[in-house]
């Protein structure tokens, strides 16, 4: 009896060494989860200048996160700043309290504090996180988040995640203390009776015989932007030194590119590589190709190419609107040399507009149902003033857009202003399906870019219960008044706390 009892014994130990073995050895992320995510400070070298950002990175020091669509989301936030942070998973379907948008669906994590955050994910494909909390995403608080699966492993030979930003030496504090002191009134003179100064840009066309996206030169007026920044970055690195992606001939590549800058939109160019756009803020529309492509704030793009047979160096550059400022990375075959690149391009770009939005085509659309509910949404305000506004109103207000669950709820999104504003709703994917009247089955997305006067029609299914931020991504804008709230009828708003959201601005904001 003793004897069986110890074999007993012995075979079990046996046993739970195998399994934490096995464990312990298993290839799967998964198998490590939750993910532990340190937000933290970290030096940059940026045009030779030592400065500090933040990142949003793994204990390896790799940055981000990619789970496995399978296994779920299942993630440690340690905040290792001497400020309070709130990460966002930008364009994710979560539970609302998943969210990350401090006073909205959580209180900030103070410094040293944790926050996990898991739940199933219904979604795979190019995303990315960011922090929520003040200005933090001015000084690089953002990372990828790619979502994979096998579907999205299968997509291509190899596969390169280019984030791009927007760099000052400045504190973002300062920037917005500039911006609506009023300063940039005074340079543009755009609101005294001054002649608008034409000039020649590249702007994005549609070539009808060839099918493609191509950059075309227009005489336009330089378009309305923000800020003037110091550099334009990819993967947080200039075109003084690129990161150089080692590709293999004849080999198709994925790359999966995210704007993650602050006030920054930019154009796209794979120069003599033709790509084809095969996804917008990951989720797949019927592919379309050109060498030129528009992305705006907080947008991500898909570009699937072909590295030729006969190998070669492909620079894959980002231009922002307005400036002649660019960034991007290098695929080069083995052995080939990489000759520098130019910081500046010999002409600055014009405006985003919606020649690209009004070409594409879900290839996942929303099922056809009846609209329950129209919801209006006027972004108003000037650079003038610097008070930018949702339906006449700047935030912090009590004010929201209201739903219930199960509606198909339509958005039309009027923008009167003069510049574009890129449009994020929280916790929802949305279809554009009317652009100035004019109707399409367009792309699935959760950031929306509304170029100035005009006016962009979005459906979603109110499915996902809770309270969700619905706002301007431009950093500034969003600080500056251009933000509300999506509230489902009974929504627990424990956490919504309007009047404290900008003193959220007074850490970074020195
Ligand atoms: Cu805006």
Redesign the pocket.
């Known amino acids: 009896m003793k004897s069986a009892r110890f074999l007993a014994g012995v075979l079990f130990l046996v046993g739970l060494i195998v399994v934490l073995r096995v464990s312990s050895i298993g290839g799967e992320a998964g198998d490590n989860l939750p993910i532990r995510l340190y937000v933290r400070e970290m030096p940059l070298k940026i045009l030779g200048k030592e400065v500090k950002v933040m990142e949003i990175a793994q204990e390896s020091g790799a940055e981000g996160f990619d789970p496995q669509t399978s296994q779920g989301f299942d993630v440690e936030v340690v905040n290792q700043l001497k400020e309070p942070t709130s990460i966002h998973w930008h364009g994710i379907l979560l539970p609302a309290p998943m969210d990350g948008v401090p006073y909205v669906n959580q209180e900030p994590i103070p410094p040293n504090g944790t926050m996990t955050y898991k739940f199933p994910l219904k979604q795979s494909g190019t995303y990315w996180m960011h922090s929520h909390f003040g200005l933090q995403e001015q000084t690089l608080n953002s990372a990828p988040l790619i979502l994979q699966s096998e579907e999205q492993k299968a997509k291509a030979d190899e596969q390169y995640v280019v984030l791009l930003s927007d760099f000052s030496f400045k504190p973002p504090g300062q920037i917005l203390k500039e911006l609506k002191s009023g300063m940039k009134k005074m340079k543009s003179g755009s609101s005294m009776n001054q002649m608008p100064k034409k000039e020649k840009l590249i702007a994005q066309k549609w070539d009808d015989g060839a099918q493609r996206f191509v950059p075309a030169t227009v005489e336009e007026e330089l378009p309305d932007t923000d800020f003037k920044y110091d550099a334009l970055i990819a993967n947080r690195r200039t075109l003084e030194d690129p990161e150089v992606f080692r590709v293999k001939s004849g080999h198709t590549v994925l790359l999966r590119m995210i704007a993650g800058s602050s006030a920054t939109n930019f154009f796209v160019n794979t120069g003599a590589l033709t790509a084809e756009l095969t996804a917008v803020d990951g989720k797949d529309v019927l592919p379309l190709s050109g060498n030129y492509f528009q992305l705006g704030i907080a947008q991500r793009i898909d570009l699937l190419v072909k590295i030729p047979d006969e190998g070669g160096v492909f620079p894959v550059l980002a231009q922002g609107e307005g400036t002649r400022q660019q960034c991007g990375v290098v695929l080069a075959t083995e052995g080939e040399t990489v000759s520098k690149l130019p910081i500046q391009a010999e002409f600055a770009t014009a405006g985003l507009d919606n020649t690209q939005e009004l070409k594409l085509t879900a290839k996942n659309p929303l099922p056809e149902k009846p609209v329950d509910r129209s919801l209006p949404c006027v ?1 108003g305000g000037s650079m003038a003033d610097y008070n ?1 506004t949702i339906n006449g109103l700047a935030y912090p207000n009590d004010k929201s857009l209201d739903v219930k669950e199960g509606e198909r709820v339509e958005i039309l999104i009027r923008n009167d202003t003069a ?1 574009s ?2 449009m994020h709703l929280h916790g929802h994917d949305v279809q554009v399906v009317e652009i100035d009247g004019k109707k399409l089955n367009g792309a699935l997305r959760d950031t929306l870019i509304i170029p100035p006067k005009s006016a962009t029609k979005v459906i979603f299914d109110a499915n996902n219960p809770g309270i969700w931020a619905f706002h ?1 991504h ?1 950093l500034y ?2 600080a500056s008044g ?1 933000f509300t709230v999506l509230k489902y009828q009974g929504a627990d708003t424990e956490f919504w706390k309007p009047e404290k959201t900008l003193s959220e601005l007074a850490p970074s904001g020195q």
């Open positions: 972004l930018w510049m504003h890129p301007c431009i804008h969003l251009m």
